[in-house]
């Protein structure tokens, strides 16, 4: 399989006037052509820095080392971490589309559905405002908006979450682009909706050969969407794998504790990951999971492990993977 996108060794700081913390740590992840690859991991962990240092978006304060490269073609390959600021704008949305968590916040409150389906598609491929439009009508239906002719004149206050949600997806497609990130499209939706949604960018992944980059905290939704997945804790990857494997044969002792917190079972008691991910600004010394970890051995806590190849496709950041 030939990656679509390549992040290397990709670290991210925040400066502020006294100190300097790091949030991410040397983060290397590929998605192939047509791949459903997806991070997860608790709060905090990082998930939303990686995608925002793709797109360029980091808040103030933030800087960058390693490299982002986007394969848009067999021929041509694009570092986006080097790429001048002048040249973002033509890269987000026509090779990358996002939809982020918060569909109401993502919308603008005072434009209409239509001009915000339309406006990348003028920027992007040149068409006049009646043909965006035109072109808007068949995006909103593709994404399974009832009555789109309708729903073009409409400003987002008028529309449900879920439909909201349908329209940041239309707007992330819009020009085809070749990877979709996706942070969290569904947390912020009913159970019923959120499974609708999911349903929706399937297909759309089905129909267009795109790739997804699905972002989420919930182990169960990766099951059902993704081919490989990276487990991510305090800002590293901890365990990297196809997601049959992470199901059948989790080597992390975090990735275990994600697993046995779902609520698969129906009479098995909930068995959440005891303490909190510790901040940024205080992680301990070695492996930064040993203070919660079970199986934790003196030597974790003085050295922080590598992250290893075990067998092909399988990477996983923890000395004492082989024994549990
Ligand atoms: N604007 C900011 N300034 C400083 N630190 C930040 C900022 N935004 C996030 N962080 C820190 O960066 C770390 C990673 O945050 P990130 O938002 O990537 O987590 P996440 O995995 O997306 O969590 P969630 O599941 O809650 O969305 C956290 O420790 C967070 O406190
Ligand atoms: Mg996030």
């Known amino acids: 399989m030939s990656s679509l996108l390549r992040i290397e060794n990709l ?9 300097r913390v790091q949030i991410l740590s040397d983060v290397s992840i590929h998605i192939g052509t047509s791949e459903v690859f997806g991070v ?4 905090g962990c990082g998930k939303t820095m990686t995608a925002l240092s ?4 980091l808040p103030p304060g933030m800087t960058v080392e390693g490299r982002v490269i986007i394969r848009p073609s067999e021929s041509q390959e694009i570092d986006l971490l080097s790429l001048p600021e002048s040249q973002l704008p033509g890269i987000r949305g026509k090779y990358i589309g996002m939809v982020f968590q918060e569909p109401m916040t993502s919308l603008n ?18 068409l006049s405002k009646k043909e965006a439009i035109k072109r808007a009508v068949e995006l909103l239906r593709r ?10 004149r409409y400003y987002p206050h008028q529309l449900s979450g879920g439909m909201r949600q349908r329209v940041m997806i239309a707007i992330a497609i819009s020009c085809s682009p070749l990877l979709l990130i996706a942070d969290e499209p569904t947390t912020a939706l009913d159970v019923t909706i959120q499974a609708e949604i999911l349903r929706l960018l399937m297909e759309l992944q089905e129909s267009t050969g795109m790739s997804i ?13 993704c081919q490989r997945v990276a487990v991510m804790y305090a800002g590293r990857v901890v365990e990297e794998a196809s997601v049959r494997e992470i199901f059948t044969t989790p080597m992390h002792p975090y990735t275990r504790g994600l697993l046995q917190s779902l609520p698969l079972q ?17 992680l301990p010394r070695g492996c930064k999971f040993s203070t919660r970890c079970e199986y934790r051995v003196e030597e974790c806590e003085t050295r922080e492990p590598s992250l290893q190849r075990i067998k092909d496709g399988h990477k996983v950041r923890c000395i004492r993977a082989d024994r549990i």
């Open 54 to 57: 793709v797109l360029r978006l």
């Open 143 to 152: 994404v399974k908006i009832p009555e789109p002719e309708k729903v073009v």
């Open 109 to 126: 409150p005072v434009l209409s559905i239509g001009s915000q389906v339309s406006e990348p598609l003028i920027y992007h491929e040149g």
């Open 266 to 282: 129906r009479g098995k008691k909930l068995n959440p990951i005891p303490g909190v991910v510790p901040s940024p600004r205080e």
């Open 40 to 43: 997860v991991g608790e709060s």
């Open 213 to 225: 980059l699905l972002i989420t905290h919930d182990l169960s939704i990766v099951a059902e969407t």
């Open 11 to 19: 670290s991210v700081f925040h400066y502020s006037d006294t100190e």
